[in-house]
């Protein structure tokens, strides 16, 4: 099985490495079109800021190759984030794979979340044999709202959607290679899709 991790400059792209070799598979980084159209599963990692992220995909020509991807893909954090409709951080046009726009938490909660909260609600076989209120690792300041594409929530002020799929297309705004025996868990699922 050949796995591929979007390499375009915005990741701890290390770490979803060794989670991966950890379950037995080697990943390659790449930010080659045609190496990442040959994969048979795709990783599109995010750390830092939306704007500057969804720049270095477009000078690469990533923004049209990752929405005409027909493998599954799992995009993480601010990978998930970028596949939706757009983002409040710098106002970034996303890669409108969600139909969903993400919006910065308010004042009423300590920004950014850091740390373990509890995933609920789930749907998908990514989350096959998982329980709910799991808890898993997120390091965020934005979210994307409860909506019709939504697979888990976690509830952080309000309630939000965790996890995102459309057709071949997976997101969680958690860090499964950050997550423990669950996180490894939804990776695992991922791989075997």
């Not at 995009?75 to 106002?91: K, P």
């Not at 998982?130 to 808890?135: A, D, I, T």
């Not at 709202?145 to 509830?155: G, N, Q, S, V």
Request: charged share 20%; hydrophobic share 40%.
């Amino acid at each position: 099985m050949k796995i591929v991790i979007i390499n375009y400059g915005a990741g701890n792209i290390q770490s979803i490495k060794f989670a991966v070799q950890r379950l037995g598979h080697e990943a390659v980084l790449s930010n080659d079109i045609e190496e990442i159209k040959a994969a048979d599963k795709v990783i599109f990692p995010g750390v830092g800021e939306a704007s500057s992220a969804m720049k270095m995909l477009k000078e690469s020509g990533l923004d049209t190759l990752i929405p005409s991807l027909k493998q599954p893909v799992l995009g993480i954090c601010l990978g998930m984030q970028l596949m939706c409709h757009s983002s409040a951080e710098g106002n970034t046009t996303g890669l409108s794979i969600f139909d969903v726009d993400v919006l910065r938490f308010d004042n009423e909660v300590k920004v950014p979340q850091i740390g373990w909260n509890q995933i609920a609600d789930l749907k998908s076989a990514l989350f096959s044999g998982v329980n709910e209120n799991e808890f898993v690792y997120l390091v965020h300041s934005f979210y994307a709202p409860l909506c019709k594409e939504a697979i888990a929530t976690t509830t952080y002020g309000l309630k939000y959607a965790t996890a995102l799929q459309k057709d071949n297309f997976y997101g969680t705004q958690f860090h499964p290679e950050k997550s423990s025996k669950t996180g490894t868990h939804i990776l695992k699922n991922f791989l075997e899709l």
